[in-house]
Nanobody
Framework: QVQLVESGGGLVQAGGSLRLSCAASGIILSFQDVDWYRQASGKQREWVATITHGGSTNYAHSVKGRFTISRDSAKNTAYLQMTSLKPEDTGVYHC????????WGPGTQVTVSS
């Protein structure tokens, strides 16, 4: 059974940084392309970043240059390093392997105050 557990969110002032983690079990993240998404209250879920199984990365225009997606194969964990945070980055952040159609993890709340 696949489980995805996101953590690392919190309340931070604009300009601050956070590192989100996505710990996986039942699936080997290094064999997968993995996405991070976010969803602000009252808005649709938004794609944020992808890391491919080969290690290539891609970012939404709104976060490019500020966020970095990575993974640690030994820990079977994906990360999203977020810097220069803005209030519009506020939302619940989720990770998901691209080709995984099961349940999403609980997500982790990021709140950026102005």
């Amino acid at each position: 059974q696949v489980q995805l557990v996101e953590s690392g969110g919190g309340l931070v002032q604009a300009g601050g940084s956070l590192r989100l983690s996505c710990a996986a079990s039942g699936i080997i993240l290094s064999f997968q392309d993995v996405d991070w998404y976010r969803q602000a209250s009252g808005k649709q879920r938004e794609w944020v970043a992808t890391i491919t199984h080969g290690g290539s990365t891609n970012y939404a225009h709104s976060v490019k240059g500020r966020f970095t997606i990575s993974r640690d194969s030994a820990k079977n964990t994906a990360y999203l390093q977020m810097t220069s945070l803005k209030p519009e980055d506020t939302g619940v952040y989720h990770c998901k392997p691209v080709h995984y159609s099961g349940s999403w993890g609980p997500g982790t709340q990021v709140t950026v105050s102005s």
